[in-house]
T-cell receptor
Framework: NAGVMQNPRHLVRRRGQEARLRCSPM?????VYWYRQLPEEGLKFMVY????????ESGMPKERFSAEFPKEGPSILRIQQVVRGDSAAYFC?????????????????FGQGTRLTVV | TQLLEQSPQFLSIQEGENLTVYCNSS?????LQWYRQEPGEGPVLLVT?????EVKKLKRLTFQFGDARKDSSLHITAAQTGDTGLYLC????????????FGEGTQLTVNP
C-alpha cells in the first residue's frame, strides 16, 4: 500500500505567485489534514477536510489560503500571492476514521511534505 | 501557550545512555500519539495510546499514558545513534474537533 503522497517535494515561487500543493491520501482514507511546520518547530494545524467538505479550517489564515478535497483526485492546498513568510514545510496527513473516537484505528499518517520557498 | 508542552526541548546524550521525554497538558486527550521526524522527512508514527495508565513497549522504547490522560512520556533505553531525531507528541482533545494537536518537539541527538 502506498503511503500518503505529496507533490511536489520542493516548490520555489516568487513573491506574488500562486503555490499549489497536492496530497493523495492513503487508499481507503477519506479524512485529510494539512499542517505547516517552520524550522525547528512543531506542526501547526491548518485545515481538516473530508471528501468534498471542509470540516475544520480554524488554523487557516483568513486570506490567500484555501483548501479542497474533491470527490475525485487529490486534496489541494492553494496559496495565492505568496509572501516570504509563507516559506515553510507543508505536511498532509490522512486517516481512515475520525480521530476523535480514541481508538487505535484512528491513527493519522503523514506524507513527506512539500517544502515551499518564496524568493 | 502551547496546548502540549514537551520537555526537554533539546537533549544530547552519549550512545548507551537512557533518556525520558515528557509531554504534558492541562487538557484531557482521547488519544495521544508519538511521532519521530528526521530532517527533510514527514513525521513517522511510533505509537498510539488511548487508555489512561497504558504502557506500550516498542523494542527499546517505552511509552506511557498518564492515568488522567493529560500527559505522556517516552523512555528510550540504551540509546543508539540511529535514535537521533525530532520526537513529537500529538493528541486528539476530548472536547475539540477531530484533529491532532502537536507539541513543539524534543530534538534528540545521540552521540557515538
Amino acid at each position: 500500500n502506498a503511503g500518503v503522497m505529496q507533490n511536489p517535494r520542493h516548490l520555489v515561487r516568487r513573491r506574488g505567485q500562486e503555490a499549489r500543493l497536492r496530497c493523495s491520501p492513503m487508499k481507503g482514507h477519506s479524512h485529510v489534514y494539512w499542517y505547516r511546520q517552520l524550522p525547528e518547530e512543531g506542526l501547526k494545524f491548518m485545515v481538516y477536510l473530508q471528501k468534498e467538505n471542509i470540516i475544520d479550517e480554524s488554523g487557516m489564515p483568513k486570506e490567500r489560503f484555501s483548501a479542497e478535497f474533491p470527490k475525485e483526485g487529490p486534496s489541494i492546498l492553494r496559496i495565492q500571492q505568496v509572501v516570504r513568510g509563507d516559506s515553510a514545510a507543508y505536511f498532509c496527513a490522512s486517516s481512515r476514521y475520525i480521530l476523535r473516537t480514541g481508538s487505535e484505528n484512528t491513527e493519522a499518517f503523514f506524507g513527506q511534505g512539500t517544502r515551499l520557498t518564496v524568493v | 501557550t502551547q496546548l502540549l508542552e514537551q520537555s526537554p526541548q533539546f537533549l544530547s546524550i552519549q550512545e548507551g545512555e537512557n533518556l525520558t521525554v515528557y509531554c504534558n497538558s492541562s487538557s484531557v486527550f482521547s488519544s495521544l500519539q508519538w511521532y519521530r521526524q528526521e530532517p527533510g522527512e514527514g513525521p513517522v508514527l511510533l505509537v498510539t495510546v488511548v487508555t489512561g495508565g497504558e504502557v506500550k513497549k516498542l523494542k527499546r522504547l517505552t511509552f506511557q499514558f498518564g492515568d488522567a490522560r493529560k500527559d505522556s512520556s517516552l523512555h528510550i533505553t540504551a540509546a543508539q545513534t540511529g535514535d537521533t531525531g525530532l520526537y513529537l507528541c500529538a493528541g486528539v482533545q476530548e472536547t475539540s474537533g477531530s484533529r491532532l494537536t502537536f507539541g513543539e518537539g524534543t530534538q534528540l541527538t545521540v552521540n557515538p
